[in-house]
Each structure stands twice: as structure tokens, then as C-alpha cells.
């Protein structure tokens, strides 16, 4: 099976999911405010949505990532250095702004699965910084030399999707003590941020210092 990473890979990106996962963004927002103003499951529909946003940017960035290293492997290597810098970006970002998680429970009228699943869609397929992580972070774990490239980024987008949907499915069912409890403990918000910066730091470092040998 050519499209499995290495087990030490793997063991990483399933890591830097969860954190991903757990970090409170526009899906997070969105499934927590829907959850309080028309119940869990519609909010479930929205994960759903969000979750199909990923699978079109995991096929985006498996075919785009592997034709640019059939033209150019130069290019390739320019494109994770790039990432490796964005990755810096992220981390030095998440220490001087922090999470934000702004929830308000806003009556809405009840909107049909199709209606929910859509605005997760669309909230994370024209989302820049989602288009512009994936392009990023996915290419961190795969190498311009290795053929089954494709396969790989492929399998690594759907472990992504897998791992976040059950964490997603909990902020749902937790949504209102959820709500509260972070906005009234920004100590536990700041210690994710300081985490999230680590993690990512050392993927920065890792591939720069990679591509410096």
C-alpha cells in the first residue's frame, strides 16, 4: 500500500490535526452558534458541510500538488519552503492575537439539512485561510521524489477529515457548556494558542532544516 506515510508521519500529521481540530475557528464559530439557535442537529449538517468543504480542497491540492511536481520539482520545493514560512506565520500569529471564539445565541429560523450542510460548505471551501493551509500543510508530508505523491496527499486530506469529524461532532453535543466555558477561561484559550505555536514551529523548522542539508 504505496499511499500510507510512514508510520512516524502519520503519527505527526494525526497530531497536528487534532490541535487543528480542537483550535476554535470560522466551522467551530459556525456549528457552535447553530447549535444554540436551531439544536444539535442541525449543527450536525453544518460538520457535515465543512467536512465536504475539505474532501474539494484534499482533490484541489493531491492533483494541483502532484502536476506541479511532474513540471517542476523546484517548484515544489519552493512551494513547502513557502509553507514552512506560512506555518512560522501561524504560530507567531496565534501568540500575538490568540483564538477567537465569539458566540451569541441569535434565534434564527430553522433552516432544512440541505441549508445547514450548505453553509458548512461554503464556509470552509471559500474560506482563504483554509485554501491557503491546505495548500501548506498537507505538501509538509509528502516528498518530490516519492510516486505514489498523489495517493498520499489523497489519503492524508480523508485522515484529516476523519480525525476532525469526531472533535467537530463534540463541540456540538458540548455547545452550550462549551460556549461559556472558553470565553470565561481565555487562560485554557491562551495555553492552546502557546501549544498551537509549538507544534507548528517545529514543522517549520523541520522542513527548512530538511531542505537546508
Given at each position: 500500500?504505496?499511499?500510507l506515510?510512514?508510520?512516524?508521519?502519520?503519527?505527526?500529521?494525526?497530531?497536528?490535526?487534532?490541535?487543528?481540530?480542537?483550535?476554535?475557528?470560522?466551522?467551530?464559530?459556525?456549528?457552535?452558534?447553530?447549535a444554540?439557535?436551531?439544536?444539535?442537529?442541525?449543527?450536525?449538517?453544518?460538520?457535515?458541510?465543512?467536512?465536504?468543504?475539505?474532501?474539494?480542497?484534499?482533490?484541489?491540492?493531491?492533483?494541483?500538488?502532484?502536476?506541479?511536481?511532474?513540471?517542476?520539482?523546484?517548484?515544489?520545493?519552493?512551494?513547502?519552503?513557502?509553507?514552512?514560512?506560512y506555518?512560522?506565520?501561524?504560530?507567531?500569529?496565534?501568540?500575538?492575537?490568540?483564538?477567537?471564539?465569539?458566540?451569541?445565541?441569535?434565534?434564527?429560523?430553522?433552516?432544512?439539512?440541505?441549508?445547514?450542510?450548505?453553509?458548512?460548505?461554503?464556509?470552509?471551501?471559500?474560506?482563504p485561510?483554509?485554501?491557503?493551509?491546505?495548500?501548506?500543510?498537507?505538501?509538509?508530508?509528502v516528498?518530490?521524489?516519492?510516486?505514489?505523491?498523489?495517493?498520499?496527499?489523497?489519503f492524508?486530506?480523508?485522515?484529516?477529515?476523519?480525525?476532525?469529524?469526531?472533535?467537530?461532532?463534540?463541540?456540538?453535543?458540548?455547545?452550550?457548556?462549551?460556549?461559556?466555558?472558553?470565553?470565561?477561561?481565555?487562560?485554557?484559550?491562551?495555553?492552546?494558542?502557546?501549544?498551537?505555536?509549538?507544534?507548528?514551529?517545529?514543522?517549520?523548522?523541520?522542513?527548512?532544516?530538511?531542505?537546508?542539508?
Open positions: 500500500m504505496d499511499f506515510p510512514s508510520l512516524p508521519t502519520l503519527l505527526a500529521f494525526a497530531a497536528a490535526t487534532l490541535l487543528l481540530a480542537a483550535t476554535p475557528g470560522p466551522d467551530m464559530t459556525l456549528s457552535i452558534s447553530r444554540l439557535a436551531q439544536g444539535k442537529k442541525a449543527a450536525l449538517f453544518v460538520v457535515v458541510g465543512t467536512s465536504l468543504g475539505i474532501v474539494v480542497h484534499t482533490m484541489l491540492v493531491a492533483f494541483g500538488i502532484s502536476a506541479l511536481i511532474t513540471a517542476s520539482p523546484t517548484a515544489f520545493l519552493i512551494l513547502k519552503t513557502g509553507g514552512a514560512a506555518l512560522l506565520w501561524l504560530a507567531v500569529q496565534a501568540i500575538r492575537f490568540g483564538s477567537k471564539l465569539t458566540v451569541a445565541k441569535v434565534e434564527e429560523q430553522k433552516g432544512t439539512p440541505l441549508s445547514n450542510i450548505s453553509s458548512g460548505f461554503w464556509v470552509n471551501l471559500l474560506n485561510k483554509v485554501i491557503i493551509f491546505f495548500m501548506t500543510f498537507l505538501p509538509q508530508f516528498s518530490a521524489g516519492d510516486p505514489a505523491v498523489t495517493q498520499k496527499l489523497l492524508l486530506g480523508f485522515c484529516f477529515i476523519l480525525i476532525g469529524m469526531p472533535v467537530n461532532a463534540s463541540v456540538v453535543f458540548a455547545a452550550d457548556w462549551l460556549a461559556s466555558w472558553l470565553q470565561n477561561n481565555k487562560k485554557v484559550l491562551r495555553g492552546m494558542d502557546y501549544t498551537f505555536a509549538g507544534v507548528f514551529s517545529v514543522f517549520a523548522a523541520k522542513i527548512l532544516l530538511t531542505q537546508a542539508k
